[in-house]
Each structure stands twice: as structure tokens, then as C-alpha cells.
């Protein structure tokens, strides 16, 4: 039985639709890992955190067994449009590297970066939908996610970061 998720950026299904199919994207083909023969999926599931898929591979072969995590790379399919209107490709990378840059005064400052950054992530998806999205949603929210989780950092984040 094919399902289809609610996605809050229905462009998604236009340019990737088998991205919230789980059903037919298990069967696109991929090797094995350890003799490059052809795999099947035994088991596949949609995780809650994220638009990600995780998979249980095996070998048709050699019957080796692995995990994938899958997820769609939004730097191919989002650009990030500033106030000039230049346009630039979408950077989870960027994004993280702010977030670290203002949590910098923190013990556990690049795993707080990290989950902090997909919160972000999800905030900005939700909000945008569009293929385009303004940076002043990406600071908003970096803001506000920020401002709740450490006052310190958003005031650095706010004098250091522009739309």
C-alpha cells in the first residue's frame, strides 16, 4: 500500500516525489557495500525527527546487512534569496556554523549546535513554502529558536548575523 505524508512543502512532491513515498523509494535499486551486487529492503520506517527515512539493506548476494538513513538534500533544491535579491544555494553548513559561532561560550557548544540547527531546519521548512526562501525567515527563526534555548547567544547571534 503506497502512503503519502503531509509535507508542509507540497513542492516537494513535484520535484522529488518519491522523497514522502516510502513505499516506491525502496525500490530503487542500490549495491552492496561489500561485493556490489544488488540489494533489497527487509525493513524501512519514516522517522519522526526530520523528513528522513531509515532502511534495513541486504545483499542478495553475500547477505551482508546494514542501515541507511536517508534524507533529500535541500541544498539542491532550496536558494536562499537576501534583501539585494541575490540568490544562493541553501548551506545546512552555514546555518550550523552561526549557531556555533554563538554558541561558542557553551561546554557542549557543537552538539547543542547541531540539534539546534535541525530544530531551526524544521522551523524555516515549515515556514517557507516555496523553493525559495528569504533569509530573513532563516534568521527569524534562528533567532527565536535561539532566544528560548540560550539568551547569551541570541544577543551574539542578533549583533553578529544580518538578513
Same mark, same amino acid.
Given at each position: 500500500?503506497?502512503?503519502?505524508?503531509?509535507s508542509p512543502f507540497p513542492h516537494f512532491l513535484i520535484v522529488y516525489p518519491l522523497v514522502f513515498n516510502s513505499a516506491a523509494c525502496q525500490y530503487i535499486a542500490m549495491v552492496c557495500l561489500y561485493c556490489?551486487?544488488?540489494?533489497?529492503t527487509t525493513n524501512s520506517r519514516n522517522l519522526q525527527n526530520g523528513h528522513r527515512?531509515?532502511?534495513?539493506?541486504? =545483499?542478495?548476494? =553475500?547477505s551482508q546487512v546494514w542501515t541507511t538513513i536517508e534524507k533529500p538534500d535541500l541544498s539542491k533544491l532550496f536558494s536562499v534569496k537576501h534583501i539585494s535579491g541575490k540568490l544562493e544555494p541553501f548551506s545546512?553548513?552555514?546555518?550550523?556554523?552561526t549557531v556555533f559561532d554563538s554558541l561558542k561560550h557553551r561546554e557542549a557548544a557543537q552538539s547543542d549546535a547541531t540539534s539546534l540547527t535541525d530544530t531551526i531546519l524544521n522551523k524555516v521548512l515549515i515556514k517557507s513554502n516555496a523553493s525559495i526562501i528569504e533569509a530573513e525567515i532563516i534568521f527569524d527563526?534562528?533567532?527565536?529558536?535561539?532566544?528560548?534555548?540560550?539568551?547569551?547567544?541570541a544577543a551574539h547571534y542578533r549583533a553578529y548575523n544580518t538578513t
Open positions: 500500500m503506497t502512503r503519502w505524508f503531509f556490489s551486487h544488488r540489494t533489497k527515512t531509515w532502511r534495513r539493506k541486504k =545483499c542478495t548476494n =553475500c545546512r553548513d552555514k546555518l550550523f556554523l527563526a534562528t533567532l527565536e529558536v535561539l532566544d528560548r534555548f540560550d539568551t547569551h547567544a
